[in-house]
């Protein structure tokens, strides 16, 4: 409360505006905004900035993987045998299952949370656009899945690199195994990421979101095998087109040579991959254009 | 007669203890629970529908325990706080349902009666989430009352409504009480206290700060003087003769009156009258100002 | 009146309006129509079935279609009244809480056999033989009737059913079952492979359980899991000032 003092000490009487100040700073702007919400919501896929609990899990499986590429590039050493082009490629495919946790559980944690929180009028009444806010949570998600999947491919690479009498040709086949591992790993976090994401943003109960997206793998799987046995020749080919991991498999086969059969329609798996990450990722910035409170 | 006893209760979660130690009595009438946000009413509330045990102590209902005891419910209603309807239902079937549940001999003739107690009969047949908030209120009191259970426990239940809808619901709630139950609300709005009831339990922090009549609570707050509003026909001259009295702690004027303040309410009452005969003065007003539930609460709630 | 003492018709019909009334009652749809879209698909492909048909009758129906219906179901039965608070109506009622969750498990379970035990039947018999079909069905009635009890007691002992009803799936029947053969003893998925198994007699259904071990497991994981949603019911608690 102003109070208005004189006494013969003071030299002025001054009244002080205590009250409501207006920020007259800079202003960061969208992209700053939008570099901010992709940086959170990475940090929030990892637990980061919560409690120890939601960290178990993300963690938890990047310890896994990190673990199981550790164990790879021991049997390399110890073995001898291992290496080429299955030995970086085959990680994805054959995580499969630690994957789908991880999905299941840092997908709803991204999205679902806003969404059962009514949180989302906060977002959107600033500069950020709506898609914006879509295309940082997509891009925070991919981050997130292609480190897990990096990290081990990291620790086989390293492990091979070390070895000793491994000679410079072999340390440069070693990095082009590696690059194209990596190159695999990109396109399996993107697909799985578009499509979990667009599973997630159906529902605010994170446990739902989780089922949702454990469903679609679950139920896709045995599908696009069954499919495989039952079908010859084209059909059979073509069965991989019915789960996303086979799916990715197909496409390995035709970029790197090396993944499921799929005779003639590689290229059909590449644009099945490319058509569905695209309709994933458009239905998922557009489930956020009709927000109401 | 039913009452609600609660004897030496307390319920703590962890370190927190949501309510410290309650002893009180709840009887026919309508009874005002009071207190300030965080205080521990929704958890009194809830351990006297039997949905929450006592750390500590006993909750009982006729002497029997509300904790997990089903039969409780035979004679308590419960409208909790948060809004929770099975909003598919229509009012009629959700009142329908809860008559049916309660295994009353004619569900359909209590169901209608209790629609029309709460004047819902003309939207009974849509559903509940199409309704307004005030009405999905009074959807849930049915559903509450179609029993005619002696004891009926509301959690804030004038939270969000108009004035009309709170008029209504506490003329419900009167004609209720007047039948002989026990009806016992919760509330942080102090004039709907004062309106509804008589006796008030101040909860503050966990603890029963104070239970009964709230104007005989001020009476009891001795350490806090009392204060009137009187005009009379020479202010002045009654101010100058009361300052010297000995249960007058300060008298003030101003263009309205005086404001006297009393530090002994008994004495000053007796003395008033004498003091005013004695100099001849006509009192034309005498008005105890701070006795409204509003001074009760804040003293209660800032005592140390 | 006898019978209200058991199951209570009114709870029966809340539940189930429910749970089919909206629509999360969609996602149960899907997969009974792939489940019997697959098996004709093979059936007419000409292929023998015992190429197939592991992988679409145990594949997919059930180690998918199986749990993944009474998780949705047996979560919900109880679990969304706990989640939005709706509860309170059905217990501030002089019933006995047993009648409460025989009436929610009813509906659980009988939701859960037209949606995934008719159709494996159904799928069993296109694939294979009429009695491949009665067995697969069996074992899904039974391993229905477990799962239900499970899911719904598991709703009201934590707050996140569903997701430790999918790490349990997940993990324990899938990944871990999968890999220590001594877990399967304990895997509700594979008491309803050996039921199948025992009526079916067919090379499709293949079960590493004993016959006595997963009969006598599924009666004790139904009944104690009824015993606990019951027990947990008499002491359900709500929390105090907002939740």
């Known amino acids: 409360m102003a109070r208005h003092e004189t006494t013969p000490a003071a030299p002025t009487s001054v009244i002080h505006d205590i009250g409501y100040q207006r920020y007259e700073g800079t202003r960061l702007g969208r992209a700053h905004a939008v570099r901010a919400l992709y940086a959170s919501s990475l940090r929030s896929a990892f637990g980061l900035g919560r409690s120890a609990k939601a960290k178990f899990l993300p963690f938890g499986i990047l310890g896994l993987l990190s673990l199981i590429g550790a164990v790879f590039a021991l049997v390399r050493q110890l073995t001898g045998e291992g290496g080429g082009p299955t030995y970086y490629l085959g990680i994805p495919s054959n995580v499969g299952l630690l994957l789908i946790i991880f999905l299941a559980v840092v997908a709803p944690e991204m999205v679902s949370r806003d969404l059962g929180n009514k949180t989302l009028p906060l977002y959107f009444s600033r500069p950020i656009r709506r898609s914006d806010y879509a295309l940082a949570k997509l891009a925070a998600l991919i981050t997130a899945v292609f480190a897990v999947l990096a990290a081990p491919l990291v620790i086989m690479f390293l492990g091979a690199a070390l070895q000793s009498g491994i000679g410079l040709d072999g340390l440069w086949d070693e990095w082009r195994e590696f690059s194209l591992g990596v190159f695999n790993a990109a396109f399996y976090a993107v697909l799985l990421s578009a499509l979990s994401l667009l599973v997630a943003c159906a529902t605010g109960r994170r446990a739902f979101a989780a089922g949702g997206i454990v469903a679609v793998f679950l139920v896709s799987t045995p599908v696009a095998s069954a499919g495989m046995e039952i079908g010859t020749g084209n059909a059979r080919d073509l069965a991989g087109l019915a789960s996303p991991f086979s799916l990715l498999g197909g496409v390995q086969e035709w970029v790197f040579d090396e993944g499921i059969e799929v005779g003639h329609f590689g290229p059909l798996y590449g644009l099945v991959a490319l058509l569905l990450v695209a309709g994933c990722a458009g239905l998922f910035i557009q489930r956020y254009r009709k927000v109401t409170a | 007669m039913t009452t609600v006893e609660l004897t030496n209760a307390s319920r703590w979660y962890g370190n927190v203890v949501a309510v410290n130690d309650v002893t009180m009595t709840i009887g026919p009438g309508v009874t005002g629970l009071l207190g300030p946000n965080g205080a521990g009413k929704t958890t009194l509330l809830h351990m006297m529908a039997g949905f929450l045990a006592p750390s500590r102590g006993t909750v009982q209902l006729d002497g029997q325990p509300t904790w997990r005891n089903p039969d409780v419910y035979r004679e308590l209603g419960l409208v909790t706080e948060k809004e929770n309807v099975h909003g598919f239902l229509t009012a009629w079937e959700f009142v329908l349902a809860s008559a049916r549940l309660h295994r009353l001999a004619d569900p359909i003739a209590a169901a209608r009666r209790a629609l029309d107690h709460v004047e819902l009969g003309d939207a009974q047949h849509r559903r509940i989430e199409t309704y307004s908030k005030g009405m999905r209120q009074r959807a849930r009191v049915a559903a509450a009352l179609v029993h005619d259970p002696a004891v009926l426990l509301l959690d804030e239940p004038f939270n969000g409504m108009d004035p009309r809808q709170r008029l209504h619901m506490m003329e419900l709630l009167h004609g209720m009480a007047g039948d002989g139950r026990t009806i016992l609300f919760s509330s942080h709005i102090l004039e709907e206290v004062e309106r509804l009831s008589g006796t008030v339990q101040v909860v503050v922090a966990g603890r029963l700060a104070a239970s009964g009549d709230y104007r005989k609570i001020r009476q009891l707050m001795t350490t806090r003087p009392h204060v009137f509003a009187i005009r009379s026909s020479d202010d002045r001259k009654l101010a100058s003769a009361l300052m010297a009295e000995v249960s007058v702690a300060g008298v003030e004027l101003d263009a309205k009156g005086m404001t006297v303040r009393a530090s002994d309410y008994g004495t000053f009452s007796r003395a008033l009258p004498v003091l005013a005969r004695k100099e001849g003065i006509r009192l034309v007003q005498v008005l105890p100002s701070d006795e409204s539930l509003e001074s009760v609460f804040s003293y209660l709630v800032a005592a140390p | ?243």
């Open chain 3, 1 to 243: 009146m006898s019978t209200i003492r058991i199951l209570n018709p009114t709870i029966m019909g809340i539940t189930t309006r429910g749970l089919l009334g909206r629509k999360r009652a969609l996602l149960l749809i899907p997969l009974p129509l792939l489940l019997i879209g697959l098996a004709v698909l093979g059936r007419l492909s000409g292929s023998d079935a015992g190429v197939w048909g592991e992988g679409v009758l145990i594949g997919l129906g059930m180690s998918v279609v199986l749990p993944l219906t009474a998780l949705i179901v047996g979560t919900s039965a109880l679990g969304s009244e706990i989640d939005d608070g709706t509860i309170v109506h059905i217990l501030t009622k002089p019933l006995p809480r047993r009648e409460i969750i025989l009436a929610k498990l009813a509906v659980a379970f009988g939701i859960t056999v037209p949606v995934a035990a008719i159709p494996l039947g159904i799928a069993g018999v296109i694939a294979g033989s009429t009695r491949l079909g009665l067995g697969l069905a069996a074992g899904a009635v039974v391993g229905g009737l477990a799962y239900a009890a499970i899911f719904v007691a598991l709703s009201l002992v934590t707050r996140r059913p569903v997701a430790f009803g999918l790490i349990y799936l997940l993990v324990w029947e899938s990944l871990l079952a999968g890999v220590l053969s001594g877990t399967k003893q304990f895997s509700v998925q594979q008491y309803s492979l050996t039921i199948a198994d025992r009526i079916a007699a067919n090379d499709l259904v293949q079960s590493t359980v004993s016959l006595p071990v997963a009969i006598v497991m599924s009666a004790v994981l139904t009944v104690g899991g009824t015993f606990l949603a019951i027990d947990r019911l008499r002491s359900f608690s709500l929390k105090g000032e907002s939740a």
